[in-house]
């Protein structure tokens, strides 16, 4: 159950949306992330949050799933969120995935404030493996539609203010919907979307960046 969708500008396969791994998909996930030469996965939910949303699909250490071997190279806690730097090996072949895990947002709500997704969106933007520019970012949460969705459009929504000095939530809201349907599930994710880009517009400097 996942989706390509597009990102700034409708450049194609910019990210993967897609629902939190359970007990039997955690090997095909990982087949994704290889075939796709994902080399950066954005989590968006706690493991559990009442009941299971997501099983715990990397390694604490050393662990392998399927054809593929995975290991913990590094880990850094934030306060909203833990930055993992992980290994992939399948065969003779290794790769490098960063795993961001944001803990900071409630199924079904909001965070309380805007500012700790600003830094997971700044996190996002300054991360190698973002520049490096190779496969698509894989977001997810549970369902992979409501927070995933939120974080796409905030982040979308940032490189309209960055780049032009306006932003067009609903056409970006439109066109994350053409991609996978639902995303974004409810008015106050909506509402949240246009405080957050207001907060990071206020924190531009007045002229757009070339």
């Not at 996942?2 to 450049?11: K, P």
């Not at 790769?95 to 961001?100: N, S």
């Not at 609903?170 to 509402?191: H, P």
Request: charged residues 20%; proline residues 6%; hydrophobic residues 35%.
């Amino acid at each position: 159950n996942a989706n390509y969708i597009r990102g700034y500008d409708g450049q194609e396969k910019v990210y993967i949306a897609t629902q939190g791994p359970m007990p039997n998909t955690v090997s095909d996930f990982w087949e994704m992330v290889w075939q796709e030469e994902v080399s950066l996965i954005v989590m968006l939910t706690q493991l559990r949050e009442g009941k299971e949303k997501c099983v715990h699909y990397w390694p604490t250490e050393e662990e392998t799933y399927g054809p593929f071997r995975l290991r913990i190279q590094d880990t850094k806690e934030c306060p909203e969120y833990t930055v993992r730097q992980l290994t992939i090996q399948h065969q003779e072949e290794c790769r490098g995935v960063k795993h961001i895990l944001f803990s900071a947002w409630p199924d079904h709500q909001t965070p309380e404030s805007a500012g700790p997704l600003l830094r997971l969106v700044a996190e996002v933007e300054e991360s190698p493996e973002t520049a490096a520019n190779t496969g698509p970012i894989v977001v997810h949460c549970s369902a992979g539609i409501g927070r995933t969705g939120c974080f796409i459009a905030t982040r979308i929504g940032c490189q309209q203010l960055k780049t032009r000095g306006e932003v067009d939530i609903l056409g970006i809201v439109c066109q994350l919907r053409l991609d996978r349907g639902g995303m974004i599930q409810t008015t106050e994710q909506y509402q949240f979307l246009h405080h957050t880009l207001a907060l990071y517009a206020a924190q531009l400097p007045d002229e757009p960046c070339p």
